[in-house]
């Protein structure tokens, strides 16, 4: 038996050794651990919803809106929400976004309107503690306004119904970083009162642009 076939013989008892070992030794890791057996901090994600509201449901062109965005939850306190909100540009306009006051002194983490394509990024998270490295407590359970969005409708749309959704990307995440959202509920509006612009004749009459 030539040295190179004993030499592939000792490797591969070594190799299944280390698998039988791997296989047969029980956890010691405490992550792997927490995967095996999570802790009671792992709850499912369906106990906090998102979703959005309005003092009204149809809007008439040309008129500037307020659209609050809720939170709703039951036994974990989120300490930072990401909103990614999407509408269209074509219709609404966003104005500006604040936060509501179910955080208490949130910190602005991220906010960025973009009105080519109507998108909203918007980040609220509770303040660091003294050590910097995590979060206070700071929901306020006796509110569910997370922030407000104020929207102006295009005064020359055609479209009669709107709707503003939550992107995939949003998130809301617990004191131990664990993201506990579990639904979202869009919101439609419905636009009536369309203007059509208008243009002035060579006699100086106002006449509408078909």
Excluded at 37 to 55: C, E, F, G, K, V
Excluded at 174 to 186: A, H, M, R, V, W
Aim: hydrophobic share 40%; with cysteine; proline share 7%.
């Amino acid at each position: 038996m030539s040295k190179t076939t004993v030499g592939l013989i000792f490797l591969l008892l070594i190799t299944i050794g280390v698998f039988l070992f791997i296989f047969y030794d029980p956890p010691h890791n405490a992550f792997i651990t927490s995967i095996t057996h999570p802790s009671i901090m792992q709850t499912p994600a369906d106990r906090t919803t998102l979703s959005m509201t309005s003092a009204v449901t149809s809007a008439h062109a040309g008129q500037t809106i307020s659209v609050n965005v809720l939170i709703g939850y039951q036994d974990i306190k989120p300490t930072l929400v990401q909103l990614e909100l999407a509408y269209d540009p074509s219709i609404l306009t966003a104005l500006e976004i604040l936060p509501g006051v179910y955080f208490t002194k949130p910190v602005v983490a991220l906010q960025n309107i973009s009105l080519n394509t109507g998108r909203i990024s918007y980040a609220l998270r509770c303040p660091l503690q003294q050590n910097r490295t995590t979060t206070t407590d700071c929901a306020n359970s006796g509110t569910n306004n997370l922030a407000t969005v104020m929207f102006q409708v295009n005064p020359y749309t055609t479209k009669s119904q709107t709707t503003i959704s939550f992107l995939p990307k949003t998130l809301v995440h617990s004191k131990n970083g664990i993201n506990i959202l579990g639904g979202t509920n869009s919101l439609s509006l419905r636009i009536h009162g369309t203007r059509l612009p208008v243009e002035a004749s060579s006699s100086g009459q106002i006449i509408p642009t078909p």
